[in-house]
């Protein structure tokens, strides 16, 4: 069983940065497809990031909405993983979601469906 904690969300102005963490445990990260996804309310939980398992490459992949402003990274030796975000808009209000898929890669880590393991979401409001 993957356990998945996220942390760093908060309130931040808009063209801010806020750091995203998923920190994992009883299994080892670099195994693991590891992917954000986000979900504003009323809406359907929506693609952010995802990175490969590291026998894959550790491959990144991106929503469309980001276009360059987030970059997701893994740290193996602290099982965690990263969502850099900058020059947030406020429509980047949304709870964000950790996920985590076992060796997974390619496009399909776009598909929501692909994730057995959820986190429990962190806040991240953006301010006008």
């Known amino acids: 069983q993957v356990q998945l904690v996220e942390s760093g969300g908060g309130l931040v102005q808009a063209g801010g940065s806020l750091r995203l963490s998923c920190a994992t445990s009883?299994?080892?990260?670099?195994?693991?497809?590891m992917a954000w996804f986000r979900q504003a309310p009323g809406k359907e939980r929506e693609f952010a990031a995802a990175?490969?398992?590291?026998?894959?490459?550790?491959?990144?992949y991106y929503g469309d909405f980001v276009k360059g402003r987030f970059t997701i990274s893994r740290d193996n030796a602290k099982n965690t993983v990263y969502l850099q975000m900058n020059s947030l808009k406020p429509e980047d209000t949304a709870i964000y979601y950790c996920?985590?898929?076992?060796?997974?890669?390619?496009?399909?880590?776009?598909?929501?469906?692909?994730?057995?393991?959820w986190g429990q979401g962190t806040q991240v409001t953006v301010s006008s």
């Open positions: 990175i490969s398992w590291t026998g894959a490459g550790g491959t990144t």
């Open positions: 996920a985590a898929d076992f060796r997974g890669y390619g496009l399909e880590l776009r598909n929501r469906g692909v994730y057995a393991y």
């Open positions: 009883g299994r080892t990260v670099s195994n693991y497809a």
